[in-house]
């Protein structure tokens, strides 16, 4: 009797994973709205996996977030939000002692984790902080961020304290486009006291260790929309991470990634999570790539698309493939416009 030989499964990005962890801002929603296909492939995912959301944003809480996923459609609480204050506050907590009296300058997803860390809250330098922690909110303006800087230069003793940042993010993706994010206030206040605070959020590893401990995570994928931020936080923290191209960064980013930013997946909207991921071929000489049928070549200073595919995903992800692979800085080559636009 004759056996048919069984056909593996094609692999897609969350094949093996056993927690997917996704940013927010550009992933799941801009401003108070979902990004289309995003909460029904999630859901989707969630019907086998984990998933859990980070976000670098310090101006809300976790049960905050977690309502917004939840009106968007979400089975989301508040547990499954893993926010930069609270990695933040973890770090604190190395540096001060239990109780001790920290200078928040933020918001009131800041204040709550702060404060449910065991440590006092002020608003004030002339209150002699123990430490600064420091995140976004759209309120914030001069005078917080002249605190921070009050607070922070040496004291008569020569005593520096700590100063912990959420998050350094130089842009955030809101309804009305793209605006400054806290890496602009963070920078607001280093070039007044001339040193840099410890970060926790993307693209630092303690959010990552936050979230990997949190879930119990064995294989984990993470999602995200920046290769500043998102890609390399993940790759620092040895998780594979998927670029999405709905939030900040799109085609032309991605092919110019540095080596510490390149995603293991490129997918145009999350959709692409259940689908077939499909292998990429390099030529004998390694000069061209090939993925699905689409193929591009290099040759001389020259990005060449040899075959179109099926779909201009495919192509990114060929010329991704052969640019990343010559170890040639992207100014240096000469790439036509339909990669990108």
Not at 208 to 220: D, K, L, M, P, Y
Request: proline share 6%; charged share 20%.
């Amino acid at each position: 009797m004759l056996r048919r030989r069984r056909v593996a499964e094609p692999l897609t990005p969350l094949s093996g994973v056993d927690v997917v962890l996704a940013d927010l801002d550009g992933v799941v929603y801009t401003g108070p709205g979902a990004i289309p296909f995003a909460v029904e492939s999630l859901n989707r995912a969630a019907e086998t996996v984990r998933v859990g959301y980070l976000t670098n944003n310090a101006s809300r809480t976790d049960q905050t977030v977690a309502d917004h996923l939840s009106e968007l459609g979400l089975g989301a609480v508040a547990t499954d939000v893993v926010t930069s204050p609270q990695a933040a506050v973890r770090l604190l907590a190395d540096e001060v002692p239990a109780g001790a009296l920290v200078l928040v300058i933020g918001g009131e997803g800041l204040v709550v984790e702060v404060e449910k860390g065991g440590f006092l809250v002020t608003r004030s330098a002339d209150d002699k902080p123990a430490a600064v922690i420091q995140g976004f909110s759209p309120d914030l303006g001069w005078k917080d961020l002249a605190e921070a800087a009050f607070a922070l230069h040496p004291r008569a003793d020569g005593v520096e304290i700590p100063w912990i940042a959420t998050n350094t993010d130089w842009t955030i993706p809101v309804a009305r486009g793209i605006a400054p994010g806290n890496g602009t206030l963070v920078s607001a206040v280093h070039t007044a006291v001339g040193r840099l605070p410890i970060v926790a959020g993307k693209p630092e590893v303690a959010i990552f260790t936050e979230a990997v401990n949190r879930f119990g995570a064995s294989q984990a994928l993470f999602i995200g929309d920046r290769l500043d931020t998102d890609i390399l936080g993940a790759n620092r923290a040895g998780i594979p991470a998927v670029l999405v191209l709905t939030g900040i960064d799109k085609a032309k980013q991605a092919l110019a990634a540095d080596a510490a930013s390149r995603p293991r997946y490129i997918l145009d909207d999350l959709r692409q999570l259940h689908e077939p991921y499909p292998e990429t071929v390099f030529s004998k000489d390694g000069t061209s790539a090939t993925v699905d049928g689409a193929t591009v070549r290099l040759r001389g200073a020259d990005v060449e698309v040899v075959a179109e595919g099926d779909g201009a995903i495919n192509l990114l992800r060929a010329a991704c493939a052969v640019i990343w692979a010559s170890g040639r800085p992207i100014y240096g080559l000469n790439v036509p416009e339909r990669l990108y636009l």
